[in-house]
């Protein structure tokens, strides 16, 4: 599977930016699905962002409706390296992100945890 290390991360305050990074290294996927998931305090994990990566159209990615419209996804391929900018951070977003990915033979991804082999470490993110 593909290696996955996550940086970033750390103490923000309300309203404040971060920006997470995911570097895949080894073996890695011509077709994929990423996803950023995050896991607060005594809350289960939750998908916040998703994107395909292959051939063909670019697809828009998804976002879940906690964060539309404050996180974006961006892509450096050269270093194999995914973000995940977060803008307008509030108190709710503080939690573990991981990012994650799995081999896809469509175009379709979801954010389902249990679909995603490669995992990133975490990294915290605390909003106060």
């Known amino acids: 599977h593909v290696q996955l290390v996550e940086s970033g991360g750390g103490l923000v305050q309300p309203g404040g930016s971060e920006k997470l990074s995911c570097a895949a290294t080894?073996?890695?996927?011509?077709?994929?699905?990423m996803s950023w998931f995050r896991q607060g305090p005594g809350q289960e994990r939750e998908g916040v962002a998703t994107?395909?990566?292959?051939?063909?159209?670019?697809?828009?990615?998804t976002f879940s409706d906690s964060v539309t419209g404050r996180f974006t996804i961006s892509r450096d391929y050269a270093k194999k390296t995914q973000y995940l900018q977060m803008n307008n951070l509030k108190p709710e977003d503080t939690g573990v992100y991981y990012c994650?990915?799995?081999?896809?033979?469509?175009?379709?991804?979801?954010?389902?945890?249990?679909?995603?082999?490669?995992w990133g470490q975490g990294t915290q993110v605390t909003v106060s």
């Open positions: 994107i395909y990566s292959g051939p063909g159209v670019p697809i828009v990615p």
């Open positions: 994650a990915a799995h081999n896809v033979l469509g175009r379709a991804c979801t954010s389902v945890a249990g679909l995603y082999m490669s």
């Open positions: 080894g073996h890695t996927y011509d077709r994929y699905c």
